[in-house]
């Protein structure tokens, strides 16, 4: 009977061990997808700088279609940093759930 509860012991082991595994896979696959929206982000961010410092000097001289697209460009931006913000808190909930 020891020895049937002492494997059964290391079956739930084995079994916590896979968990934790597949647990550390998850949060390195969220690390790395905030990492590549953090990315993202900052690109959209440069980009719409860029074009903002472009208008000011063209106030009396400006396109339509180009305003479209920085207005496209600052909402981008938006729904990035949104996304960045709930993978963040994402990861914070990740150490506490498991």
Do not use: C, F
Not at 72 to 96: A, S, T, Y
Request: hydrophobic fraction near 35%.
């Amino acid at each position: 009977q020891n020895e049937k509860e002492l494997q059964d012991m290391v079956k739930q082991q084995e079994e916590k061990v896979l968990q934790l595994i597949d647990k550390s896979g998850e949060v390195m696959r969220l690390k790395a997808e905030v990492s590549e929206l953090k990315r993202y982000l900052q690109h959209a961010e440069t980009e719409a700088k860029v074009l903002w410092e472009e208008m000011r000097g063209k106030e009396h001289q400006v396109d339509t279609a180009y305003v479209q697209e920085r207005v496209m460009l600052r909402r981008e931006v938006h729904k990035l940093r949104l996304l960045l913000m709930e993978k963040e808190d994402e990861n914070k909930r990740l150490p506490d759930k498991y």
